[in-house]
């Protein structure tokens, strides 16, 4: 039973990886280089979508972390495990105090309604998202580090 749910966080962890590194480094450069305002259009779409999505997704995985650490506590590899579970809370108070304000407000923009240092804001919240995909990543690679 133990080895079906380091199985499961793993790959629901590592799936949750991809989409950020997507976001991050497929979908956000694909919508800066679209012309006039349809970038800032799909970039508050997808933040309405994502938004409502990925905090399942996260707190889902740090929960199957925490659970994977409680029942695995007596292997080899538990602070691993343990690490990866810090690493997966860094990242969830990272979004909600620093990535969700701007989120919140940049899914709400148009192109009428938009500050003037909108774009300045979707660099922040780029860069600081930056951040939270290499912690992400780190966490995965604990996880898969600790299958073996």
Known sequence: MLNALEVITTVVVGVMVGVEFSVAFVINPILSALPEDSGQLGRAHGGRMLGAVMPVWYITSLALVAVWAVAGRHHHPTGLVVTAGALLLLSVVMSILLLVPINNRTKTWTPENRPADWKEQMNRWDRLHYVRVAV???????????LA
């Open 136 to 146: 992400i990543i780190a966490a995965f690679a604990l996880l898969v580090t600790a």
